[in-house]
Nanobody, 116 residues
Framework: QVQLVESGGGLVQPGGSLRLSCAAS????????MGWYRQAPGKQRELVAI???????NYADSVKDRFTISRDNAKNTVDLQMNRLKPEDTAVYYC??????????WGKGTLVTVSS
């Protein structure tokens, strides 16, 4: 059984920074992709940033040059450094793991609120 646990959400002022972390446990095989999605109130869940175990990344256009994804394959962790946050970044952020055979897992989410 795979579990994903997120941490690091909270309230931050516009222009500020937050770092999200996600730790995966259980039977995790490579290759895989770990990353972050978000869902704002009244909107669909969307990709924020993902990173493969080989190091390939994909970012949403709206976060490029502001957010940076990183991961530690040995520890099965993935982080998201979020800089220059905007009110429109407010959402529940979900960690996602997809294993090479197509099995996907979600964390429970962590709330990020960007407000003055």
């Amino acid at each position: 059984q795979v579990q994903l646990v997120e941490s690091g959400g909270g309230l931050v002022q516009p222009g500020g920074s937050l770092r999200l972390s996600c730790a995966a446990s259980g039977s995790i095989f490579s290759p895989n992709t770990m990353g972050w999605y978000r869902q704002a109130p009244g909107k669909q869940r969307e990709l924020v940033a993902i990173m493969s175990s080989a190091g390939n990344t994909n970012y949403a256009d709206s976060v490029k040059d502001r957010f940076t994804i990183s991961r530690d394959n040995a520890k099965n962790t993935v982080d998201l450094q979020m800089n220059r946050l905007k009110p429109e970044d407010t959402a529940v952020y979900y960690c996602r793991l997809v294993i090479g055979n197509g099995m996907g897992y979600w964390g429970k989410g962590t709330l990020v609120t960007v407000s003055s």
